[in-house]
């Protein structure tokens, strides 16, 4: 069940970065990914990978992982990820989206509310060790 959970999570990631445009709706602007492989490779790729137990969270620590970075002036990392895939989005004088619609590839659903969207898939503490 973990396997086919990481499977498709990380196969969501690789459809998102295939899909993903190479310009943003704002004044921001984005590089295509390099060496990105195609739909059938990245399956493979990813029924290759190894998935190991669970291990201790030794050392594990939140704060080692600043929640969201700073992108563009007053925007962080969230809000242009929000700007870039969201449909209609109005930001305010701080770059909070204030209006909008983002539609979730999970569960096939729009949302009209920004702190709806941009929810984790996989725990960073599982990438830690």
């Not at 659903?109 to 830690?128: G, M, P, Q």
Request: positive net charge; contains cysteine; glycine residues 6%.
């Amino acid at each position: 069940m973990l396997r086919l959970l990481i499977t498709f999570s990380l196969l969501s990631v690789v459809l998102t970065v295939l899909s993903a445009p190479t310009t943003l709706k704002s004044h921001i602007s984005v590089r295509s990914a390099p060496n990105v492989p195609s739909g059938p490779d990245a399956l493979v790729l990813l029924n290759g990978l190894a998935v190991a137990v669970k291990g201790s969270q030794d050392g594990y620590s939140r704060p080692k992982f600043p929640l969201w970075l700073k992108q563009n002036g007053t925007c962080n990392t969230r809000e242009v990820v929000l700007q870039r895939d969201g449909t209609d989005v109005v930001v305010n004088s701080a770059c909070h989206p204030i209006s909008g619609s983002w539609y979730s590839p999970y569960d096939a659903a729009t949302w009209t509310k920004s702190v709806d969207v941009v929810r984790y898939t996989l725990h960073i503490e599982n990438f830690t060790h």
